[in-house]
């Protein structure tokens, strides 16, 4: 069935008024008559709604930090969530150097009772010293969890004191859990700290060859990384730096120099991109490279704003053959997929970046939503420029850019910029109520209730979200297919992994394991009422 606003009301109904008037802000029905349809977002979770988010010490260790491989990631508290960041997040890396690869290890001061009462200070510095000794790693991340900025360890004063000694770079990460309404709050602490005392300390003057780029927002989950790396690569591209997935330390500290910023997830690091255009005049692309039309799209831009006829060429020839090798695959997977409907919920832009490859395979996305999006993730930047700063923003100070900091001229001039503004969306973003189709819905930070509402009333063919609801909705009888971890499978990013995600979800839908499985509203009525006597 469609969902219009009587169905949706009545779902509602069934909060408590207080409930539903604020959950109400926070879910829209498509309408492309609408001029702009505004929608609430990264704002605090009602106390007591099971939602999918997780905290800012999750965003900030576990998601940008984590990836980092030559770093090793000390975590100042109880052990449990340096545990957690360490199991659940897939950071993937390879290393020239496995003697620079920490990526395996969990570090954490494992902070106990004493440690509360009497302060956690000294075990922090002796935990740097020990991880010297032992990891002689070129830098070290010390990030807060919850008790720390509670019992107010100064984390900045032991590292600021643990660099002098050891001559290599130490950072701290005030990215205590409570920061916040999400982990959206823990993505700029860890851009700010980079932008501050990392990004720039690197010797590189120029860049090392034609085109190099950067790649902000890409995590290399299931190997994506590696997959884009590769048809750059092939195109001509040096890719100098990538934030973070499979990242370094040693590339992020040059990362300054490349002459174009790309950007695959706009919420965990557009704040970065834009320190960067500040700072070294950098300009940065909106990219995706999740789906075949988008990574084409991606790669025409990226040839476009280089302006070189060869390598407009190159990227012409690349993106031909890859198309005739996998076309013909993916079309084997689409006589499955062909029809069917998805929801897609997953962190802060994968639910839109997916969307376009699902309909690649004859897949509609007829509900999305981000667990911590911004308002820009939904509507657009160009649309509301005015929020570009933003709740998580507000509170960290400017960074200051002084004119002899701003060593680097600006790559391009003003009037190319302005050129090249109108052929290519350069920062600019546009958001998941744009694209997405009329009388489709948009859920901000969907819960649990919620979930379980819209499935009974749209019975989506598949589920694309993360490991909290995975369960529940294949007891409903929906296959789930995880967009965070990818449930283990990969890479779904680039040409290859489009072919990986299509067979991947022709292999959930042509499972016959669902046909083990009674869906609840085949045994429950979906209307209740009493029947009149007599
Ligand atoms: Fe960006 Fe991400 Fe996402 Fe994100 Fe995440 Fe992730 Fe995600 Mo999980 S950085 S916002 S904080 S694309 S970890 S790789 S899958 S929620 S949609
Ligand atoms: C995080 C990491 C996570 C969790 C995934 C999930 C990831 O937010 O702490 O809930 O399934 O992608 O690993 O988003």
Redesign the pocket.
């Known amino acids: 069935m469609a969902i219009n606003e009587k169905v949706l009301e009545e779902l509602l109904n069934q909060y408590p008024a207080k409930v539903k008037r604020n959950r109400k802000k926070h879910i829209i029905i498509k309408d492309a008559d609408l001029a702009r349809q505004e929608i609430e977002a990264n704002t605090r979770t009602i106390p007591g709604i099971i939602t999918n988010r ?1 905290c800012a010490f ?2 900030c260790k ?3 930090l984590g990836p980092i491989k030559d770093m090793v990631h000390i975590v100042h508290g109880p052990i449990g969530c340096a545990y957690y960041t360490w199991g ?3 950071n993937k890396a390879k290393s020239e150097d496995p003697t620079q690869n920490f990526i395996n290890y969990c570090v954490s001061t494992d902070m106990q009772e004493s440690d509360i009462v009497f302060g956690g200070e000294k075990k922090l510095a002796r935990m740097i010293d020990e991880v010297v000794e032992i990891f002689k790693p070129n830098a070290i991340s010390v990030s807060a969890t919850c008790p720390v900025g509670l019992i107010g360890d100064d984390l900045q004063a032991v590292t600021k004191a643990a660099q002098q000694k050891h001559g290599i770079s130490i950072t701290a990460y005030n990215c205590e859990g409570y920061k916040g309404v999400s ?2 709050a ?2 700029h602490i860890a851009n700010n700290v980079w932008m501050d005392q990392i990004v720039g300390q690197g010797d590189m003057e120029e860049p090392p060859s034609k085109y190099t780029i950067n790649i902000l ?1 890409e ?1 290399n ?1 299931g190997g994506d990384s590696w997959e884009v790396e590769r048809i750059l690569k092939e195109i001509g591209y040096t890719v100098l730096s990538v934030m973070t ?1 499979d990242g370094s330390y040693e590339a992020l500290k040059n990362s300054h120099v490349a002459e174009l910023n790309l950007v ?6 557009n704040y970065i991109a834009e320190m960067f255009e500040t700072k070294y005049g950098t300009p940065w692309l909106k990219v995706n490279f999740i789906g075949i039309q988008s990574t084409i799209d991606s790669l025409r831009n990226m040839a476009l704003y280089f302006g070189d006829q060869d390598l407009i060429n190159k990227t012409e020839e690349v993106i031909a053959r890859e198309l005739a090798r996998v076309e013909p695959v993916i079309d084997q997977y689409k006589k499955i997929c062909q029809g069917k409907t998805a929801f897609c919920f ?6 839109h ?1 997916y969307q376009g490859l699902f309909k690649e395979l004859g897949v509609e996305t007829v509900l999305a939503g ?4 911004h308002r820009d993730d939904y509507e657009g930047r160009e649309i509301i420029p005015e929020i570009k700063l933003d709740a998580d923003t507000k509170n960290i100070p400017d960074l200051h850019v002084t004119p002899d900091e701003r060593r680097f001229r600006l790559k391009i001039s003003p009037e190319r910029m302005e050129e090249l503004k109108k052929k290519i969306p350069l920062s600019d973003y546009k958001g998941m109520n744009i694209e997405m189709k009329d009388g489709s819905i948009i859920v901000d930070d969907l819960n649990h209730f919620e979930t379980e509402e819209f499935i009974k009333l749209l019975k989506p063919d598949i589920f694309a979200s ?1 490991i909290k609801d995975k369960y529940a909705v294949q007891k409903m009888g929906i296959p789930s297919k995880q ?3 990818y449930d283990y499978s990969g890479p779904y990013a680039g040409f290859n992994g489009a072919v990986k995600f299509a067979e991947d979800i022709a292999m959930a839908f042509a499972s016959p394991t669902w046909n083990f499985i009674t869906p609840p509203w085949k045994n429950e009525p979906l209307l209740e009422g009493t029947i009149a006597e007599g």
Do not use: K, N
């Not at 695959?264 to 690091?269: A, M, V």
């Not at 997953?346 to 639910?351: A, E, F, I, T």
């Not at 981000?370 to 999006?373: K, L, R, T």
């Open positions: 997780h999750a965003g576990g998601v940008v659940t997040r897939r982990q959206s823990g993505h927002g995590y989950i997935g695959q997830c706009h919420r965990s690091i997953v962190g802060g832009s994968r639910s970046h981000y667990e911590f999006g993360g967009l965070h971890s």
